[in-house]
């Protein structure tokens, strides 16, 4: 596996596998061949059937240009579900020419070129490394920490303070979203304390899904997030860490960061042996593994065994398992930011259930991500960021939802 520092990607919304990576592809190649007169970019399947919404030409064409985008929208059932063609000229003449794949969390793969980014990671099962830090005596922050080596402190710490501006930020900002929807801002509304409301403070379930709101509407509108472990899910796991951090003062920011390192090494263990992207397995690829993420990182703020964090995880990826990716219209709007908010709490939920029914569980979190990966690979192609099925399909802008 890769490091964690890989996994949290600190940049601009809305998708880092729809802007993040085209991006970080476009500049390699620039930087490779920098006195090109100019490219041709051709986007395939997933990236160009949502890439508009996604805002796909614009990340490419700000790192990129003179270029020229070119979205195909029927279906390459032999290419990624996000694949890039990047050819570059000079005087007429064809110079280069990559096919590149964006793979979620912002990481591109040039086809036919080996992996640059060493793995550093000896173990690659959540079995393996629990019984390696039993026989040594660890925990699995222990563990995280021994591996990344000297630094990863303080890049945590960076991590934590750009999702903690992130919420800051959401919980403040009001208006509208950008694109097509005008989906109004919902975070302060939920954050806000009414003045006529007899209930003196805002319920668990408010503030956490205002928390998760505030950092996905940031994301919607192009603002600094953390990959967690991509855009599309980056509001879950931040707004649980800072509403258990607010709460609770045995949730120090050395918790915090500990927390941090073991939903990084949970994100780490499904990016590496099934998926993270949208566009491969569906929504049960970002939002369940955001929330397996989050509930570990819950059961490690308050010193729960490993079988513990385990059983967190793998019952927050289970209940999430076929959830389709259908956003409407392509933006990163509906259902994306809801979902965010339901799952933080059914992270905060799964953490309450494995406290208490652990010795009892048959389901390893190893097969429940083998499970979902096999899952995604079934799911029909409509229902995986391509917004050709599911609410993406039936939504209408002029539906009267206020009917009664």
């Not at 890769?2 to 880092?16: A, F, H, K, T």
């Not at 090109?36 to 805002?55: F, P, Q, V």
């Not at 408010?206 to 472990?229: C, D, K, M, W």
């Not at 096999?374 to 409509?382: A, P």
Request: proline residues 4%; aromatic residues 8%; glycine residues 8%.
């Amino acid at each position: 596996m890769l490091s964690i520092r890989s996994l949290y990607q600190v940049g601009y919304g809305p998708s880092s596998s729809h802007t993040m990576g085209p991006a970080k592809a476009v500049k390699i190649i620039k930087d490779q061949v920098p006195d090109l007169d100019y490219y041709e970019i051709t986007l395939y399947n997933s990236l160009a059937l949502t890439g508009k919404g996604h805002l796909t030409e614009e990340a490419i064409k700000e790192s990129l240009s003179p270029c020229q985008v070119t979205f195909l929208t029927s279906i390459d059932v032999h290419k990624h579900p996000n694949t890039l063609m990047i050819r570059g000229f000079k005087e007429n003449h064809l110079i280069i020419e990559k096919e590149v794949q964006s793979v979620g969390g912002g990481r591109v793969i040039f086809v036919g070129e080996e992996e640059k980014e060493p793995s550093i990671y000896p173990l690659n099962t959540f079995k393996e490394i629990k019984n390696y830090c039993r026989t040594h005596h660890m925990t699995l922050a222990d563990y995280v920490y021994l591996i990344e080596g000297e630094g990863f402190d303080e890049f945590l710490e960076s991590i934590w303070e750009t999702m903690k501006t992130s919420i800051i930020n959401g919980i403040s900002t009001r208006g509208t979203l950008p694109g097509p929807l005008k989906m109004k801002r919902k975070a302060p509304d939920l954050y806000s304390r009414d003045a006529e409301q007899e209930v003196p403070e805002i319920t668990e379930n408010r503030l956490v899904s205002s928390y998760a709101f505030a950092v996905s509407e940031e994301n919607a509108s192009g603002g600094i997030i953390v990959t967690a472990p991509t855009c599309g899910a980056c509001g879950v796991l931040p707004s649980v860490l800072y509403y258990m951090h607010e709460k609770h003062q045995v949730v120090t920011k050395e918790r915090i960061l500990r927390g941090l390192a073991v939903a990084g090494l949970i994100g780490n263990l499904i990016k590496h042996n099934a998926s993270i992207s949208g566009a491969v397995a569906g929504c049960q690829a970002e939002i369940g593994s955001a929330c397996a993420m989050a509930a570990a990182a819950h059961a490690t703020l308050f010193n729960l065994s490993m079988d513990q964090v385990e059983y967190a995880a793998e019952i927050a990826i289970e209940h999430h398992l076929g959830l389709t990716c259908d956003p409407v219209n392509g933006y990163v709007q509906i259902p994306c930011i809801e979902r965010n908010a339901v799952a933080a709490l059914r992270a905060i939920d799964a953490c309450g259930l494995a406290y208490f029914l652990t010795d009892s569980r048959k389901i390893s979190f190893d097969m429940v991500v083998q499970t979902m990966y096999q899952t995604g690979l079934d799911m029909h192609s409509s229902y995986k960021e391509t917004s050709q099925g599911g609410l993406a399909q039936y939504y209408k802008e002029d539906d009267d939802v206020n009917c009664w």
